[in-house]
């Protein structure tokens, strides 16, 4: 324990000389419902969060109602949650999926809108992983930053067809660059924002996955919330912002899709390339689930104790060992004997040079007795 403290006690140190100077607070907003995958995806992001060498604040939304299971989850991260419930229940269909996560960051943006929250706002879906560099590189944002999120979309069945695997090639036999998996900033040479990098889901539209379970590609938004992240003061009510931020209330009416925090923005030109421009990747989006109606115990805790399947006192193995083909009984039993052949011939050789060594003693005894009677 002794070790790691001053380990942790150096980490801080050079954090505070090397690091981000004043850094401020990161607000995670996650939407979550409970569901078979839940507790393996919150536990992936809690522990995400728990490393970040700054104050987090975690916004959890729940689909369907804040729910005990999710805050005994949620509460063991030690983290500063604040977890609303939101009245819809998530639909299983991954389109209207889609557009209930963005109501429900909406419904946590009007909660850090209220409480006058702080700090950076990030939107850190559960299922999706961030390097630990990611959470320095937003510290850069004086606004709105955007970041280069590398597109998982995987299938369920191993018989479809999959995404084409990106495989580096250093030969020049092929002029074109293929359509890399990635959303994010596109920058020219000098290093400023002259578009997007969008993932192409035309050619799986026919094959994307419909409802949630589906064997099938899940496809991602044009662009995705976690490739974005957020002055809080941007949805602040009386605060100094800049003259291209729209009115909050007018873009989060009810009832409508935003599909990303560029809808916030009356030029998306102002937003600031993260990660070397996005030509570094930092984040992973990923969408996977069970079916909607898979079964699994509440909290993921055995409770009663599962049924015996093997008894402890018994072995599906059996008890006395396999027959041995004959040709292999003969080569162990051929062993056998040249062993014990071994053995005898060992033996007698001890023997024969244990006899010697008494019969040189006895000789070497009389010949001083002699030399003793012949001086006397």
């Known amino acids: 324990m002794k070790a790691h403290k001053i380990i942790e006690r150096v980490q801080l140190e050079q954090r505070s000389q090397y690091g981000v100077k004043g850094p401020r607070t990161v607000i995670a907003v996650t939407p979550t419902y409970v569901r078979t995958f839940q507790t393996l995806h919150l536990t992936g992001l809690m522990h995400s969060l728990m490393n970040v060498p700054y104050d987090v604040i975690w916004i959890v939304v729940e689909a369907g109602g804040a729910t005990n299971e999710t805050a005994a989850l949620i509460s063991k991260s030690g983290l500063r949650t604040i977890h609303i419930g939101f009245d819809a229940k998530m639909p299983v269909l991954w389109e209207d999926r889609h557009k209930l996560e ?108 419909r409802y949630i379970g589906d064997r099938a590609v899940v496809l991602p938004r044009k662009l995705e919330w976690a490739g974005f992240v957020l002055d809080s003061k941007l949805v602040w009510e009386d605060a100094d912002k800049p003259d291209w931020v729209k009115v909050f209330e007018e873009v989060s009416r009810d009832g409508e899709d935003v599909e990303s925090p560029l809808s916030f923005l009356n030029d998306a030109s102002v937003v600031e390339p993260l990660g070397s421009c996005g030509r570094k990747v930092m984040l992973w989006w990923l969408r996977v689930e069970a079916r909607a109606d898979s079964k ?81």
Do not use: Y
């Not at 409480?115 to 004086?142: T, Y």
């Not at 396999?322 to 051929?334: A, D, T, Y």
């Not at 244990?354 to 010949?367: G, M, N």
């Open 102 to 209: 963005s109501k429900m960051r909406l419904h946590a943006l009007r909660v850090v809108r209220e409480k006058r929250l702080d700090g950076i706002m990030m939107f850190a879906d559960e299922s999706n992983m961030h390097a630990l560099e990611l959470f320095d590189e937003i510290q850069k944002v004086k606004w709105v930053g955007a970041i280069s999120v590398g597109i998982l979309a995987h299938s369920g069945d191993s018989e479809e067809e999959e995404l084409p695997v990106i495989q580096r090639d250093d030969s020049e036999k092929d002029d074109k660059n293929p359509q890399l998996p990635i959303q994010g900033p596109a920058c020219n040479s000098s290093n400023h924002l002259v578009g997007w990098h969008t993932f192409d889901s035309l050619p799986f539209l026919d094959k994307s996955a």
């Open 296 to 376: 699994f115990p509440a909290r993921w805790i055995i409770d009663p104790p599962l049924d015996i399947t093997v008894p402890a006192k018994r072995t599906p193995w059996p008890d006395a060992p396999p027959e041995l083909p004959s040709s292999v009984e003969k080569v162990i039993s051929i062993q056998e004997t040249t062993d014990k052949r071994a053995s005898k011939s060992g033996s007698r050789r001890k023997r024969s040079s244990r006899s010697k060594r008494k019969h040189t003693a006895k000789v070497i005894d009389e010949h001083a007795s002699t030399r003793r009677s012949g001086d006397n």
